[in-house]
């Protein structure tokens, strides 16, 4: 079946503008979560969504960054005036709950460069 | 603070070889994932290992969980090309959040 997918897969953008990055999760699934991947590091935790709603916030830089999930699939997040820290590969998961044991299954993530 | 390591970041190997990587986490947790990217993909899912003493194989991959010692291994049996990639460690300590390790990256030599 159809995995997580994200767009678009690369963005450059210049410092001060806005961009949406997108992503669809794996059908059926209700949990959600965006990570943040610096070049030669792991994965950094964002935000998470069950259903709709942001169940936790907590990973998000600071308040330049918002994600929304209105119809408890597709998720954006949303970055304001994009520095050039901000320069990474976000990457979305989606687990089919957010009980314990279940496995979170990736995107291909994207690549944003800001200029 | 949750902090994972892996070592070594870099394994540089001949095939046929074997290896073990290490995860190291510092608070309790019986949840670990293993997962694998190549370069410019995301991440993989390898292995999930949920209580203490757990133990997955898959081909030449073998994954084990103490989660007494708060360590778990990656062994690699007879290493192949196919296996080069960078493999990270994730430790889930009862809140969804995946914390992970820096990863391992693997160079299998032919």
């Known amino acids: 079946g159809a995995g997580v997918s994200q767009t678009p897969s690369n963005k450059v953008t210049e410092k001060g503008k806005y961009v949406e990055l997108r992503c669809d999760p794996i059908?059926?699934?209700?949990?959600l979560y965006w990570y943040r991947q610096s070049l030669g590091q792991g994965p950094e935790f964002l935000i998470y969504?069950?259903?709709?709603?942001?169940?936790?916030d907590s990973g998000l830089p600071n308040d330049r960054f918002f994600a929304v999930r209105p119809e408890g699939s597709v998720s954006t997040l949303k970055i304001q005036r994009t520095e050039r820290g901000d320069s990474a590969v976000y990457l979305c998961?989606?687990?089919?709950?957010?009980?314990?044991?279940?496995?979170?299954?990736f995107g291909p993530g994207t690549r944003l460069l800001v200029l | 603070e949750l902090k994972v390591e892996q070592n070594p970041l870099f394994l540089s190997m001949q095939e046929g070889k074997n290896y073990t990587i290490y995860c190291n986490y510092s608070?309790?947790?019986?949840?670990l994932y293993w997962y694998r990217q190549d370069p410019g993909k995301s991440l993989e899912s390898l292995f999930v290992?949920?209580?203490?003493?757990a133990v997955k194989q898959e081909g030449r991959l073998m994954a084990s969980l103490d989660t007494k010692a708060r360590l778990s291994t990656l062994h690699i049996t007879a290493a192949v090309h196919d296996l080069s990639a960078t493999y990270f460690c994730?430790?889930?300590?009862?809140?969804?959040?995946?914390?992970f390790g820096t990863g391992t990256r693997l160079k299998v030599l032919a």
């Open positions: 998961a989606s687990s089919l709950t957010s009980g314990y044991q279940e496995t979170q299954y």
């Open positions: 059908s059926g699934h209700t949990a």
């Open positions: 969504f069950q259903g709709t709603g942001a169940a936790d």
């Open positions: 608070t309790t947790s019986d949840r």
């Open positions: 290992l949920l209580s203490n003493g």
């Open positions: 994730a430790v889930d300590p009862g809140t969804y959040k995946y914390i």
